[in-house]
């Protein structure tokens, strides 16, 4: 096999389809992890709603350490090896917490300290792993694979959490953790198996000052006249996400009493609504243009998601899945529109720099939003705390209907002229 991605390479079905495999044998795992890490908390360490809280916040606040760092290690370092090194990473930060509670020294600041590791991880293979895509298949096929990345991020949202459901009432939540560790080492093995991506940018630009390419990338997104403003809406978005992430399992543990199957059951109505938008986003973009079903799917999924606070119980537990599809409907949709756009109309040498900061600002915006919602219930209860960040989920779409964007058919269509990009350095 090559070392290289050559342009025949590039238009070779398999390195994507091998590039998907590792994508979803990661992501399913991951998706496990949703469940059994923070019941890990509740029911072996007996954790505090606000320990809850700042567990989740702590596993998604490497986006404010790593987030713009991460877009220049991507450029200066190969993709596929960080990759690789990153999801071993994962393993052996995952790994530690059944090790540790088999030899009964398992605590809670173990599990803060490996969700971090974890976190900081994903920072950096989220970013080269959206650089890379780019790379194997051609500009005109973004779109569509961009849909079935997510879709498939979409099905393991739905198995995944049922599956750690059923592994914790099996084998307990610190069992359920030992899948999500050999899904990483598979996946760092089919990643191995692909050829290095192209550099990304002249080997000039690699050796700029690191803080130069940093604020390059900077520059390029917030003087954009759609990039900007769906940044913004993804920054509100995803803290409403985190928010809603770090609430739900002591949510429907102690205030609606589900069993733990349940509780997997209903986190898992995010994939079902997160594959039924990723189904129709190319479809409906095209009818309808990405701007326009991008404020329509936004304002649905907030309307939706005020459904999970009544949910009070097993009977009216079809309400949190309503509420829980619905507001990860309208998020995937906008996602997937947003990063296409942002692949096909930014500079190759900035990709993974603009790419980073977006996801710098917008992802973020979860870990505050998870610590914001833990202080929030332990002040005034954990459906009180629900209601007001469903009520946050309206954020991202008045942002959207107050900038630019409200009046395009297609984010491609802005007025104003494209943002001069940085030349690369010489």
Not at 110 to 129: C, I, M, S, W, Y
Not at 194 to 204: E, Y
Not at 361 to 389: D, E, F, I, K, Q
């Amino acid at each position: 096999m090559t070392d290289v991605i050559t342009p025949a390479a590039t238009r070779s079905p398999s390195l994507f389809w091998r590039f998907w495999t590792a994508t979803a044998i990661s992501g399913a795992g991951s998706a496990v992890t949703l469940v059994a890490l923070p019941l890990v908390a509740v029911s072996v360490l007996d954790a505090s709603v606000t320990q809850v809280s700042l567990l989740a916040a702590a596993g998604q606040v490497g986006w404010l350490v790593l987030g713009l760092p991460a877009g220049v290690i991507a450029q200066r370092c190969p993709l596929r090896t960080l990759q690789v090194a990153t999801d071993l990473i994962r393993l052996i930060a995952l790994a530690s917490i059944p090790l540790a509670w088999w030899l009964a020294q398992l605590t809670y600041a173990h599990l803060v300290v490996a969700a971090l590791a974890v976190g900081l991880a994903t920072v950096v293979f989220d970013v080269a792993n959206a650089t890379f895509l780019p790379a194997i298949i051609d500009t005109k096929d973004l779109t569509a694979r961009n849909g079935l990345m997510s879709s498939t991020l979409a099905v393991t949202q739905t198995g995944g959490p049922s599956l750690g459901g059923l592994l914790v009432q099996l084998s307990g939540p610190v069992g359920a953790l030992c899948v999500d560790a050999v899904s990483y080492l598979l996946s760092a093995l089919t990643l191995r198996t692909l050829p290095h991506a192209p550099p990304v940018a002249p080997a000039p630009t690699a050796r700029a000052p690191f803080t130069r390419q940093i604020r390059e990338g900077w520059q390029f997104v917030v003087r954009h006249p759609v990039m900007m403003p769906c940044m913004w809406w993804a920054t509100a978005t995803n803290f409403a996400a985190g928010a809603l992430l770090a609430l739900t399992p002591t949510y429907l543990v102690r205030e609606a009493h589900l069993s733990p199957f349940m509780v997997g059951l209903l986190i898992a109505a995010d994939g079902l609504g997160a594959l039924a938008g990723s189904l129709a986003a190319a479809r409906l973009a095209a009818r309808f243009g990405t701007a326009r079903i991008m404020i329509a799917a936004s304002l649905t999924g907030a309307v939706l998601a005020l459904a999970m606070p009544l949910t009070a119980g097993p009977s009216s537990a079809v309400l949190f899945a309503v509420g829980n599809a619905g507001f990860n409907a309208g998020v995937v949709i906008g996602s997937i529109v947003t990063r296409t756009h942002r692949q096909t109309h930014t500079p190759p040498h900035l990709l993974s720099r603009v790419m980073a900061t977006v996801r710098f600002v917008s992802w973020g915006a979860s870990p505050l939003g998870a610590a914001l919602s833990g202080l929030a219930a332990a002040t005034a209860g954990v459906r009180p705390a629900l209601w007001l960040v469903c009520a946050c989920a309206f954020a991202g779409p008045a942002i959207l209907l107050t900038s630019r964007i409200r009046g395009l058919r297609d984010l491609s269509q802005h007025t104003e002229p494209h943002p001069k990009a940085p030349a690369a350095a010489h």
